[in-house]
């Protein structure tokens, strides 16, 4: 099945769902239906939330699994939080500062692209 769309691919605008319909007996539904947070994660960030789960929480897994170093595990994962609303004010370090981001490149646990989009969303 063909993810749903975010926005509108005319102007940008948010998209509400209208219409839901049933395979199996044809019922139609019609009405304004609010979305899912957890629908708007893009892949990487979906795989990142599986890991964790399945892990039962544990970022030293998410390390292995992405291939990065503990602080990038954390920082990816708080940006994460960060997207669904999650975050909370007394974040306890979890995000890298530029200067770790940078660091982690020129030690080579970080891709290049990776630290893009960590400095990106700073």
């Known amino acids: 099945m063909t993810r749903t ?3 509108c691919p005319v102007c940008g ?3 509400v769902s209208t219409r ?3 395979h ?3 019922t139609h539904v019609v009405g304004e239906f609010g979305g899912c947070r957890y629908c708007s994660l893009d892949e990487a960030d979906g795989e990142l939330l599986s890991v964790f789960l399945a892990s039962r929480g544990n970022l030293k897994e998410i390390e292995k699994h992405l291939g ?3 602080p990038t595990a954390r920082s990816r994962f708080a ?3 960060h997207k669904l609303g999650l975050a909370g004010e007394s974040e306890d370090g979890g995000t890298l500062t530029q200067e770790q981001v940078l660091r982690e490149v020129a ?3 970080l891709a290049p692209g990776e630290a893009a989009e960590l400095l990106a969303a700073m």
Do not use: D, K
Request: with cysteine.
């Open 5 to 7: 769309p975010e926005a």
């Open 13 to 15: 605008g948010e998209l």
């Open 20 to 22: 839901l319909s049933c």
């Open 24 to 26: 199996t007996c044809g």
């Open 68 to 70: 990065v170093s503990y």
């Open 79 to 81: 940006a994460l939080l």
């Open 107 to 109: 030690a080579g646990a």
